[in-house]
Nanobody, 121 residues
Framework: VQLQASGGGLVQAGGSLRLSCAAS????????MGWFRQAPAKEREFVAA????????YYLDSVKGRFTISRDNARNTVYLQMNSLKPEDTAVYYC???????????????WGQGTQVTVSS
């Protein structure tokens, strides 16, 4: 599976962005899809994940109620809608695919190239 993330940019605090991650291949629907982020000088952290059929979603506590993960298996795409953005959300955001899922980056087998999100105060 090859993943291509897009949609990052510069936004003011309180604004919104929608990230997209397009996947190649016919097996997209078999994978749990996740979003991770990495800020400068910090470790990569889990942001959100969604089950293969979209029936279950999981979030980092600090983004609950602000971010929404969704997927369209017909389009081989996963999305991350980010609202009420804060400066502390500034990071490179990565999409990833996993057979087993979870909040641990080591569980994810395939990674996109990352897209920069910068939130100004």
């Amino acid at each position: 599976v090859q993943l291509q993330a897009s949609g990052g940019g510069l936004v003011q605090a309180g604004g919104s962005l929608r990230l997209s991650c397009a996947a190649s291949g016919r097996t997209f629907s078999r994978y749990v899809m996740g979003w991770f982020r990495q800020a400068p000088a910090k470790e990569r952290e889990f942001v959100a994940a969604i089950s293969w059929n979209g029936g279950s979603t999981y979030y980092l506590d600090s983004v609950k109620g602000r971010f929404t993960i969704s997927r369209d298996n017909a389009r081989n795409t996963v999305y991350l809608q980010m609202n009420s953005l804060k400066p502390e959300d500034t990071a490179v955001y990565y999409c990833a695919a996993s057979v087993v899922g979870g909040r641990v980056s080591a569980n994810y087998d395939y990674w996109g190239q990352g897209t920069q999100v910068t939130v100004s105060s």
